[in-house]
């Protein structure tokens, strides 16, 4: 039997021996990887879906989509950017789904993440699951494919490519995907001030 293997959360790269021993399914160097990664992924589905409760299922999809999909990692991409991709495929086949279009209801504020420990105020705190409420509500009107590239860059915060190369898409693509996103949250800003300066943002 393997030793337990630890490694560092922070860490982009892992050791080759470590991604070797993944790819022949290597139970503990698995869990060792994909552990250290978890949060990073929650996080990212987190972002594209929303607060809800599905991003525990899609997290154990993607992980679980990880492992089959191991042994064919060649390290074309850091394998934590590797497990983003198969994140944001998970993310898009389950905002595809009729069912999910469907469902109009919010959950409540408290199951917004709440930056519990992170020094600020609780009013501040508050504010911003109220905001996260909005946006999230105004997107369920958008596309996968434009809401998660917005996403990935407006609120996220990643550079054009690093979406693109998420998605699997081209740059220009991307772009007229975080246009469009844009274009359609505009129509729905006209009474909502904040969501207006989002949707503005800069240039793509």
């Given at each position: 039997?393997?030793?337990?293997v630890a490694i560092d959360p922070q860490?982009?790269e892992e050791p080759p021996d470590l991604?070797?021993?993944?790819?022949?399914?290597?139970?503990?160097?698995?869990?060792?990887?994909?552990?250290?990664?978890?949060?990073?992924?929650?996080?990212?589905?987190?972002?594209?879906?929303?607060?809800?409760?599905?991003?525990?299922?899609?997290?154990?999809?993607?992980?679980?989509?990880?492992?089959?999909?191991?042994?064919?990692?060649?390290?074309?991409?850091?394998?934590?950017?590797?497990?983003?991709?198969?994140?944001?495929?998970?993310?898009?086949?389950?905002?595809?789904?009729?069912?999910?279009?469907?469902?109009?209801?919010?959950?409540?504020?408290?199951?917004?993440?709440?930056?519990?420990?992170?020094?600020?105020?609780?009013?501040?705190?508050?504010?911003?699951?109220q905001r996260a409420a909005r946006l999230?509500?105004?997107?369920?009107?958008?596309?996968?494919?434009?809401?998660?590239?917005?996403?990935?860059?407006?609120?996220?915060?990643?550079?054009?490519?690093?979406?693109?190369?998420?998605?699997?898409?081209?740059?220009?693509?991307?772009?007229?995907?975080?246009?469009?996103?844009?274009?359609?949250?505009?129509?729905?800003?006209?009474?909502?001030?904040?969501?207006?300066?989002?949707?503005?943002?800069?240039?793509?």
């Amino acid at each position: 039997m393997q030793n337990v293997v630890a490694i560092d959360p922070q860490r982009r790269e892992e050791p080759p021996d470590l991604v070797e021993r993944c790819r022949r399914g290597d139970r503990a160097a698995l869990e060792a990887v994909l552990t250290a990664h978890a949060p990073y992924l929650e996080r990212l589905l987190g972002r594209v879906v929303g607060p809800r409760a599905e991003v525990e299922d899609l997290l154990q999809a993607t992980l679980a989509a990880a492992i089959s999909a191991f042994p064919r990692f060649r390290g074309e991409a850091q394998v934590r950017t590797w497990l983003a991709r198969i994140a944001v495929r998970t993310a898009h086949d389950h905002l595809r789904r009729a069912e999910f279009r469907k469902r109009g209801e919010l959950p409540s504020l408290e199951a917004v993440p709440d930056g519990e420990g992170d020094g600020r105020r609780a009013e501040d705190r508050l504010d911003a699951q109220q905001r996260a409420a909005r946006l999230y509500e105004h997107l369920q009107a958008i596309g996968p494919k434009k809401r998660i590239a917005f996403l990935l860059h407006i609120v996220e915060g990643h550079p054009i490519e690093e979406v693109a190369a998420l998605m699997g898409a081209s740059k220009p693509a991307t772009k007229s995907r975080i246009f469009w996103a844009r274009r359609e949250l505009m129509k729905r800003a006209a009474r909502d001030p904040w969501l207006k300066t989002l949707a503005e943002g800069n240039e793509p």
